[in-house]
T-cell receptor, first 112, second 116 residues
Framework: GESVGLHLPTLSVQEGDNSIINCAYS??????FIWYKQESGKGPQFIID?????DKRQGQRVTVLLNKTVKHLSLQIAATQPGDSAVYFC???????????FGTGTRLTIIP | NAGVMQNPRHLVRRRGQEARLRCSPM?????VYWYRQLPEEGLKFMVY????????ESGMPKERFSAEFPKEGPSILRIQQVVRGDSAAYFC??????????????FGPGTRLTVT
């Protein structure tokens, strides 16, 4: 079946540095790709999304890049802060399918 | 505007007992989704409901699991005769669902079910 997968299970980054979290997907019919942040003991929190007809989208300190040729998605977090420590999930959504399909997750740890 | 509410936040059940998980969607949202998350894994879709209707239950185990979203009151995920493998975090999400325009799902804090 369709899946969304991540390259790295863990990532440690020095505070203040930029971090890049990667995600591979297999469903070329996806309409949206979304990044969620999940802190310990909490539900997923929306960070940023990108529609499938776009290549790049920027938010506050975050940028999502979409490469449809190689079916790759990345989340860049600029100037990481201790509060960025969490597990990050990519997910895809297809209209008509209605459900979010999540990847396994990458645990981001910020080193002070 | 209160977010999605789930209760209880933690639930401990012995094998063979029933577990009832409740979800109150955001005000004005009439679409509810349930997801299950095993430790160190991503969320897996279980069921999608509108008021009084099950729209998609393709992720629900065939036995012991059921869900409802009545006209009044919260959505309920019921697990009968729980087994240790049911131990997981169960998340509810709600959506205003504008057909063909909106996918946004807002997640609750989850219910952590532990089966002993």
């Amino acid at each position: 079946g369709e899946s969304v997968g991540l390259h790295l299970p863990t990532l440690s980054v020095q505070e203040g540095d930029n971090s890049i979290i990667n995600c591979a997907y297999s469903n070329s019919a996806s309409d949206y790709f979304i990044w969620y942040k999940q802190e310990s003991g909490k539900g997923p929190q929306f960070i940023i999304d990108i529609r499938s007809n776009m290549d790049k989208r920027q938010g506050q300190r975050v940028t999502v890049l979409l490469n449809k040729t190689v079916k790759h998605l990345s989340l860049q977090i600029a100037a990481t802060q201790p509060g960025d420590s969490a597990v990050y999930f990519c997910a895809e959504y297809t209209f008509g399918n209605e459900k979010l399909t999540f990847g396994t997750g990458t645990r981001l740890t910020i080193i002070p | 505007n209160a977010g999605v509410m789930q209760n209880p936040r933690h639930l401990v059940r012995r094998r063979g007992q029933e577990a009832r998980l409740r979800c109150s969607p955001m005000k004005g949202h009439s679409h509810v989704y349930w997801y299950r998350q095993l430790p160190e894994e991503g969320l897996k879709f279980m069921v999608y409901l509108q008021k009084e209707n099950i729209i998609d239950e393709s992720g629900m185990p065939k036995e012991r699991f059921s869900a409802e979203f009545p006209k009044e009151g919260p959505s309920i995920l019921r697990i009968q005769q729980v087994v240790r493998g049911d131990s997981a975090a169960y998340f509810c999400a709600s959506s205003p669902r504008v057909p063909g325009q909106s996918y946004e799902q807002y997640f609750g804090p989850g219910t952590r079910l532990t089966v002993t």
